[in-house]
């Protein structure tokens, strides 16, 4: 079966670093002291070629120092020679030609970006079939992105003076531009954002400096290399300073920039245009798609009647901070390549971002001669929004004026930057806040919401007000933050919001983990269980779990029996066995036993969490994932997992760590401290 991966590759850079070669065959000829042996690199196909500088000779062997060479492959696809990209290598002599050389295989690198990989690879004589002669290499490959390049250019040396007179301007090789004065730092702080894709990643961004006058004479000047910014993290600032070519006439010294930058990779907005109705005549109707300061333009209609057009072709939008697109119909001129506007419109992207998937209808304007906005037409459209990066980024991505969501995530949502939130001000929501709250303890419950609704003259009943609490009620505790209601007034879309789509338990639900919890402490009490009781079971089951031959996921169930060893003193114990499995098992997960022990034992928070982590992080990794943290809220709940959905959830959300997925022994205490009724909420709270 062929493998063909050619819509997996993506444009880059090619960097191969030059170690050495070894028993370099040919050598017993005249003249050895003159070889002057470099390596040469191509492509063969529309890639420039690339040569090492000479290396230094070694008896039979040739060490290149570890130089870097780079190659730029804009077009991946077109290289592909059945299903494979190969890199023709040479090892060539200034005077006698080709030494040896050797076809090697560089599609793995490609596709596996960022990922240092070193190669040994045969060449071969010219003439010859076999040989022992090799080139040591080693490859990275820099993947290109589209997105935003954002500079800080605020710190210089040995160029400042008579700065108030002085500007620097930055070109990218595409033509977007900026001049800021150096005395304005506000402005050089992050202030130069440039917008890359396949026109200037291969290219360089200009910066010049001049002092001010009518010929703008320029005094010092260098050059930035585009994709170099990509060699970090995603989203990470990295710093490197650069000298600049000056005008010996204005300063002695050499100034240079400490230049940081930092990259946003951009997701793809998948546009596709269903068909379009009433948009009036076009002799070649196009639908145009602005973002970024970018046009798209589909493809002609592929069917086109006197009431609608259908189109088949797909669009994808790079975005990085769009909230919206803006979406216009109008005539392309094939000949002068004109686009005659004939309406347009907006399309809100935040519900896109929430879902990954929507249908719109979008209402086309146009303004008539009058200057009134009339209706031209409807376009409907398919939009799925797609992100192959860090994973939790949200989006918009450099927007503080804008709720940002993780895309398919509608219950994360950042928060707005203070004082800029559409609508109301945080000082007018948190006003409305505080008249709500009439115990002015920090929360809504579900009295005081019914006191307000009330006052209004609504006539709600109790499971109404269930409802409203559990849809804000972030953390699970059956109150509502001022963060989460703030989250709910700025929201664009208070209507569509889904704050609680994760299963909310009922009063039936939250009454039998009373009585469960109950069950424990009467145990607890009654047969005098200690802290060295519950650590003695614990030793227990870690060593039947350790000699254990089943997964690790079975490893530490027990039956009735073996709950009666662990906790001996019961004597008869089918009470809690019950409690604690299913319908179906003859076994519990003995961790869920001690834990459930622990949840009423006098142990302290910190002697909680370290227990929990001994117990649940079975793979090591020094993170509770989302399974893990259920189960571990089954016991200190007293509940069925899946009533604890949401507050596993929000507890991962609220002290994990980003980008790894879990929350750690440190999180976990210090959430244990700052949110003591999500994991370990006392017999007292319980029972309330």
Known sequence: MSYNPAHRFKPGRLFITCIDAENIRGRADSNEDTLTPHLLFT?????????????????????????????????????????????????????????????????????????????????????????????????????????????????????????????ISVLTPDGQSKTSSLADRSSLEGGFSFWVDDRNWFGQIDVEIHEEGGDQEVIGECKLVIIDCFKGEDGEMNSSTISMAWDRRMNIHTPSISLRHCFLAAGIVRVKCIDANGVGDAAHPRVVIKAAGRTHMTKKPTLATTSSLLWDNELEIPVVSESSLTIEFGDFDQVTSEFESLGSSDVNLLPLYKSSNIDVSVNLKHQNELGEMIDVGKIQLALQFVFQGPTNVAFPRDQDTVQSYIPGDSETITELAKNDAPGFSEFAIKQAFDKIDLDKNGYIGAAELRHCLVCMGEHVTEAEIDMMISMLDLNGDGQVSFRSFKAMVESPDPANDDFSYLYVPTRADRDQGNNNMQVFSTYVQFYSITKADVLRAWDALRRSALSSRRGSSTRFDIGYEQLSELMPQFGESSEIF???????DNAIDGRQLVMSFASVVAFSSTEKCKLAFDMFDVDGSGYLSIDQIEVLLTCTHFSKRETLKKKAYNLLRLVGEKGTGGVSMKALTLGADKFPSLIFPSTKQQEV
């Not at 076809?103 to 596996?112: D, F, K």
């Not at 019950?578 to 179906?584: F, G, M, N, P």
């Open 43 to 167: 492509t063969g196909i529309d890639v420039p070629i690339r040569q090492s500088r000479i290396g230094a000779i070694k008896g039979y062997n040739v060490a290149f120092g570890r130089e870097v060479v780079s190659i730029d492959i804009a077009n991946p696809e077109q290289l592909l020679v059945n299903g494979d990209i190969y890199l023709i290598v040479q090892l060539r002599d200034g005077l006698k030609g080709l030494i040896a050389q050797c076809n090697a295989s560089i599609t793995e690198v490609l596709l596996t970006p960022g990922v240092d990989t070193a190669r040994s690879l045969s060449v071969l004589t010219p003439g010859d079939t076999s040989t022992n002669s090799t080139v040591n290499l080693a490859f990275i490959f820099v993947k290109a992105n589209p997105g935003l390049l954002k500079l800080d250019l605020s710190t210089f040396k040995n160029c400042v003076e008579n700065s108030s007179k002085r500007y």
């Open 578 to 584: 019950d409690l604690l499995r299913s319908d179906t």
